[in-house]
Nanobody
């Protein structure tokens, strides 16, 4: 069982930066694939980024590639999402997620992840 808590959301101007953090609990954190998803009002929850268990492989949605960076620190049970050059369309609730299965890192699917945080709001003003 993994419990996840996101922090770092807020209001930022277009072109600005934010770093989201996700604290994980549980002794299996380093064996979990980790991901970030986001959900805008009235829309489905979408894949943003994922990182392999070791941190050696990362994957991004095309819409954030080159602007967002996912990373993890297994010693601290933390995963991060550094967001730069933010745009109004990045406004959403951002969720941290964990999966027990290695294949989740490439699936980009909500259904591939087993554990979810409560979400943190990111609002980008234009």
């Amino acid at each position: 069982q993994v419990q996840l808590v996101e922090t770092g959301g807020g209001l930022v101007q277009s072109g600005g930066s934010l770093r989201l953090s996700c604290a994980g609990s549980g002794r299996t954190f380093s064996s979990n694939v980790m991901g970030w998803f986001r959900q805008a009002p009235g829309k489905e929850r979408d894949f943003v980024a994922a990182i392999s268990r070791s941190g050696g492989s990362t994957y991004y949605a095309d819409s954030v590639k080159g602007r967002f960076t996912i990373s993890r620190d297994n010693a601290k049970n933390m995963v991060y999402l550094q967001m730069s050059n933010l745009k109004a369309e990045d406004t959403a609730v951002y969720y941290c997620a964990a999966s027990d299965y290695g294949s989740a890192v490439v699936s980009r699917s909500v259904g591939a992840f087993d554990y979810w945080g409560q979400g943190t709001q990111v609002t980008v003003s234009s």
